[in-house]
């Protein structure tokens, strides 16, 4: 449940944002990502072998935009720091990725993955103060 005053609050309803990763000579590289809000963090998941997941082992630092489903900025920008999550921490955020997106989610993400044979990566992300 989103605070009052958390840098994520206005994320909270926003079904999609644009997700700004760094490639190693700094060209932004944004991606369309579902996210949740609980409290001063987002989350969001995405695979062991996709692009922005080789970039945030590099650099964590991305940018969060309001975007339509298909990437278009809504927004003003705001920056944070993400967090690889423990498979034990991420209990909670597959719960409420799959509430908040009950068909993509909740079935359609996990049985791709499981087909592809993905890894399902989940990361917080910490606003820059």
């Not at 994320?11 to 999609?16: E, G, L």
């Not at 995405?46 to 278009?72: I, M, Q």
């Not at 209990?91 to 993905?118: D, N």
């Amino acid at each position: 449940m989103p605070l009052e005053g958390s840098p994520f609050a206005r994320f909270t309803d926003q079904k999609t944002v644009l997700l700004t990763t760094f490639r190693r000579d700094g060209t932004p590289v944004p991606t369309p990502v579902h996210i949740v809000v609980n409290g001063d963090h987002a989350y969001f998941r995405t695979y062991d072998r996709a692009g922005k997941t080789k970039r945030l082992r590099r650099n964590p630092l991305v940018e969060l935009t309001p975007s339509t489903f298909g990437g278009t900025p809504q927004g003003v920008s705001m920056r944070a720091q993400a967090r690889l999550l423990p498979d034990a921490e991420a209990r909670w955020v597959r719960g409420a990725l799959a509430g908040k997106y009950p068909f993509l989610q909740r079935r359609l993400v996990p049985l791709f993955h499981r087909l592809k044979k993905y890894k399902t990566l989940h990361y917080e992300l910490t606003a820059e103060r």
